[in-house]
C-alpha cells in the first residue's frame, strides 16, 4: 500500500479517503489534467522527462515525434492510460489510471497530447482501417501479410502470397508481393511445379485525411513482373501496370466503407487484357468489453471488367471476419471466402485468410 500512496503523491492524485480527495482537485481542462497526471513523466512538452528524475529505466514516448504518435488512434492510447500498460502487452512501468481519471478526461488528456505533434501531413491512426482480404485500403503502413488462397471448388490451386509495406514520409508507402505457390493444370496432366508466381511493386501516396470528417483517399501504382511460370499457371507472361485510387470513411457506430478503383494495363494484350477493377468494403470493429480483442466483420464486392473484343464482367462476394490474436492487437488474423455470384461453372470458390504483423509495434513475440 505504502507504494501505491506514493505513486499517487509523485503524480500529484488524490488520495482516496482523505479531505483532500473530497475537495475539487482536477482541473477541467485537457492541459490541465495532463499537468496533474502525466507531465512528471511524459514532460510539460511530451518528449519526455530525462530517465534520472524518474524511478525506472524505461524509455519514455516522445508524444512530439509525428512518426510515433499519429500512426495509433486514440483508443488504444486511452485503453493504455485507463487499464495500464500490460492492457496492451507493455511495460508494467506505465500504471492504470482508470481510479484516478474517467474515460470522458482521458479523452480531453488525448486532445491536449494530440497537439504535441504539430505536422498535419501525417494520417492520424482512427483513419487506419481494418484491412480487408482482397480491397487495398488507403491508410500508409509498416505491415508485413503472409496470404493463403485455396480453391475449394473448381481447379485446385494453393497460392500463398507474402506481402511487405513501408512507410516513407508522412504519408506515403512502398511495398513488395511475392506470390508462390501451384495450380493443377488439368486433369490429365496434373499440377504444375511449386513456384513463384507475378511479382509486384507497388507506391501509394495519402493525398487527403480528416479525422473531422472521418475520410481518407490515397492514390498509387503496381507494376506487376513477370515473373511466374505461365506453363505452370503462375503468371501472365506480360508485365501490367495498375494505377489506382483509394478511399476510406469512417461512419456512426464503429461501421466504416472503403473503396478501390484502378485500370489494370497489360504491355501485351495477346497475354493478357486490360482490366477495369472497382471494389467496396463494408464493416465495423467492436471489442470484447471495453478494452479487449477486437473483432471487424467485413463484406467485400468485386467487380473486374476485361476490356477488348471479348469483354466479360465478374462479380464477387467476400464474407470475412478480422480478429486480434494478441493483447497489443499487432497480430490479426483474417479469414473469409471469395464466392463468385457469375460464371460460376468456369470461377472457383476460393478459402482466404491472411495474418497480418503490424511490425512497426513491436515483433511477432511482444505483446502477448
Request: aromatic share 10%; with cysteine.
Amino acid at each position: 500500500m505504502r507504494w501505491l500512496i506514493t505513486l499517487v503523491v509523485f503524480l500529484g492524485l488524490p488520495i482516496p479517503g482523505t479531505a483532500w480527495a473530497q475537495g475539487p482537485v482536477f482541473p477541467t481542462t485537457g492541459e490541465g489534467l495532463y499537468d496533474v497526471g502525466c507531465a512528471k513523466c511524459h514532460g510539460e512538452d511530451g518528449k519526455g522527462v530525462d530517465l534520472s528524475l524518474v524511478a525506472f529505466d524505461e524509455p519514455l514516448p516522445d508524444f512530439s515525434d509525428c512518426s510515433f504518435a499519429a500512426r495509433e488512434p486514440d483508443a488504444d492510447w486511452i485503453t493504455v492510460s485507463h487499464e495500464g500498460g500490460p492492457s496492451r502487452g507493455f511495460s508494467h512501468t506505465m500504471p492504470a489510471f482508470g481510479g484516478a481519471f474517467s474515460v470522458e478526461q482521458l479523452q480531453l488528456i488525448m486532445d491536449h497530447l494530440r497537439r504535441f505533434c504539430a505536422d498535419e501531413r501525417w494520417p492520424r491512426g482512427e483513419l487506419n482501417l481494418p484491412r480487408a482480404l482482397i480491397t487495398e485500403k488507403a491508410f500508409p503502413e509498416d505491415e508485413a501479410v503472409y496470404t493463403l488462397s485455396v480453391n475449394s471448388s473448381g481447379d485446385s490451386a494453393v497460392i500463398n502470397k507474402i506481402t511487405y509495406e513501408k512507410r516513407f514520409g508522412p504519408s506515403s508507402m512502398w511495398e513488395v508481393i511475392v506470390p508462390f505457390g501451384a495450380r493443377e493444370l488439368s486433369s490429365e496432366n496434373g499440377w504444375g511445379d511449386v513456384g513463384i508466381g507475378d511479382i509486384a511493386l507497388a507506391v501509394k501516396h495519402t493525398v487527403h485525411h480528416s479525422v473531422e470528417s472521418g475520410s481518407i483517399v490515397a492514390v498509387g501504382g503496381e507494376m506487376i513482373l513477370p515473373t511466374g511460370s505461365t506453363n505452370d499457371g503462375l503468371g501472365a507472361g506480360t508485365t501490367r501496370f495498375e494505377p489506382f485510387v483509394a478511399y476510406g470513411q469512417l461512419l456512426s457506430d464503429n461501421l466504416f466503407l472503403q473503396a478501390f478503383g484502378g485500370v489494370e494495363l497489360s504491355a501485351d494484350r495477346d497475354k493478357s487484357a486490360h482490366e477495369v477493377i472497382a471494389r467496396a468494403v463494408f464493416g465495423g470493429s467492436w471489442t470484447q468489453g471495453d478494452f479487449g480483442r477486437t473483432w471487424s466483420p467485413m463484406m467485400e464486392l468485386l467487380n473486374t471488367t476485361t476490356l477488348g473484343d471479348d469483354s466479360e464482367t465478374n462479380w464477387s462476394l467476400v464474407p470475412q471476419v478480422q480478429v486480434s490474436l494478441n493483447t497489443r492487437q499487432h497480430i490479426l488474423l483474417n479469414v473469409g471466402m471469395n464466392v463468385p455470384l457469375n460464371d460460376t461453372h468456369r470461377r472457383s470458390t476460393q478459402v482466404l485468410m491472411y495474418v497480418l504483423w503490424d511490425w512497426f509495434d513491436g515483433g511477432l513475440f511482444d505483446g502477448w
